[in-house]
């Protein structure tokens, strides 16, 4: 899965020091309090019909965790720097981002599972 999040000045993952991925305690707090922040924004949104028109997926608060968990791996590995993964002014839009990016991936998944032919991009 590719996902594309705004970083900043530079959308070039060259210019960017991954050496603060390396997980120290106070880090992997920090990591497990977004999750549950996102989990928090996940049980009070209502989902996307997308996720929830299977049987399997009925009851949509039994999955925000592990639907948190998911989207904070990604928030995580795709932010540019420590300070820009930690900056909760900028988390809820973040987590739109990603989750759009999941939806359009699961709907995509659909149309190829039912057969329905994707429309072309006209460029």
């Known amino acids: 899965m590719s996902v594309t999040v705004n970083t900043g000045t530079h959308d070039d993952v060259r210019y960017f020091d991954v050496?603060?991925?390396q997980i120290g305690q106070a880090l992997r707090t920090q990591r497990w309090?977004?999750?549950?922040?996102i989990d928090r924004m996940l049980r009070n949104h209502h989902p996307h019909e997308v996720l929830t028109h299977v049987e399997q997926n009925s009851n949509w608060y039994a999955k925000t965790f592990t639907l948190a968990l998911k989207v904070e791996r990604i928030i995580f590995q795709t932010a540019a720097s420590r300070e820009i993964y930690l900056?909760?002014?900028?988390?809820?839009?973040?987590?739109?981002?990603?989750?759009?990016?999941?939806?359009?991936l699961r709907k995509r998944k659909n149309m190829v599972k039912f057969g329905i032919?994707?429309?072309r991009r006209v460029q």
């Not at 309090?33 to 922040?37: G, P, S």
């Not at 900056?87 to 359009?104: E, F, N, P, Y």
């Open 33 to 37: 309090k977004t999750v549950v922040n």
């Open 117 to 119: 032919r994707l429309p």
């Open 19 to 21: 050496g603060w991925l």
């Open 87 to 104: 900056d909760d002014h900028t988390l809820r839009a973040r987590v739109v981002q990603v989750s759009h990016r999941l939806i359009d």
